[in-house]
């Protein structure tokens, strides 16, 4: 078949390489737009955006694009206003990508393919390699394209170019429409996705499926799993952020009350710690254990697939083992800042902490701050909520979308175990579950445990083995659809 000789080609493959490194050296930093620090650097987007039609001529050939939101790391557009700083004059930096689909009934039901091209910052320091150099190199026996957003998330967004890049070339027409959706400012939680999703919305349109960054082909993950899987993100936490506040009245202290405000709030963030969120499995944590553990053998195994009965054993032991698993099993919260006081010798007139909360999928954000009052039990200590975000409603892990992502997955990396699960971390993907009730986050990249921790550290890199297999995943996908 024409198609696969494209897919394989090895000439074909080293110039896909060499487009992910072009796009690697532009760095494309996302930054906030107020407070210290510097600002982002809009040239760098602008010659993002610019390089793509040359890098992949036949998708801007055959493709639309649209540039919407706002630019890079502006202000919130709604409550800062039109005459704000930072929105834009000219065209946003979030870019819409549209591939006609052959069945024109489908315009409605597109399938969206995600990613975003603003970088967490990295200076040279305690980098192997400098962090927007791109350079290829040969590390642990294989070839390496090492640099920031190697995977979060220019990977992504190169290998989504290319395997479309490559189909234009075979001659290949998706039946329903494809959009692809490249966002500018996902790592400072920005507004561009969410300008999108507010366009598709106004256009009628319902994405039959949304692939987005998230879960990946991991290993050793699992207890008992000596296999790679891929999990696939079907939900993602909610999030919100609560500042706990004392007022009272200062004074001398040398006559100090019986609880300073300092005193109250310590008091307060130590009953918080002593009553956790409630522990428990929700149903896609149980359908990941039943799904990994039905290739673990031995008494483990056995406790794995039978989830529903075995849950009160195994929830104590998940949460022994570690602060990844427990956050698995319930909300969690993290004491983040603390503010308090100007002398030593004066008793402070307020105390604030704040507290960040990431809400597990069967919680609600109003669930959750009722939990932190009854902990706390103490009516002085007042309790603002701050950007809530409720947990993504749950995709389902069957139907059309889904069993055509997973037989992506298997033609590419045969009977590899593909399992649904909870992210937790927030993304750009919860703006389209207002549209879209399959939302998928995954991106189809084998990454070691070493690679996940480069994420927003250092060293961050892709090898070219794993980058050219996520291209043919991506291609699977879309001639699926
Ligand atoms: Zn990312």
Redesign the pocket.
Known sequence: MVADALLTDAAADARAVERLRALVRIPTISRPTSGPGPRPDRDAFERFIAALPELYPRVHAALERERLGTDPGSAEPDAAGPDAVGTPTGPGYTMLYRWPGSDPSGAHAPTVLMA?YDVVPATDEGWQHPPFAAELVEHDGEAVVWGRGAI??KGALAAVLEAVERLLEAGFTPRHDVLLLFGHD??VAGTGARAVVAALRERGIRPSLVLD?GGAIVEGVFPGLHEPAALVGVTEKGITTLRLRVEQKGGHAASPPPLAATERLARALLRLTARPARSRLDATTREMIRTLGSRVRGPLGVVFRHVDAAAPLLIPVLRRRGPETTALLRTTRAVTELRAGHAANALPESAEATVNIRIAPDESVADAVAAVRRAIRDERVTIDVLEPSEPSPVSPARGPAWDDLAAAIDEVVPRLLVSPYVMMQA?DARFLTSISEHVYRFTPFRLSTAERACLHARDERIRVGSYLEGVRVYAALLRRR
């Open positions: 975003h979060d998330d996902e790592e960054e993304s």
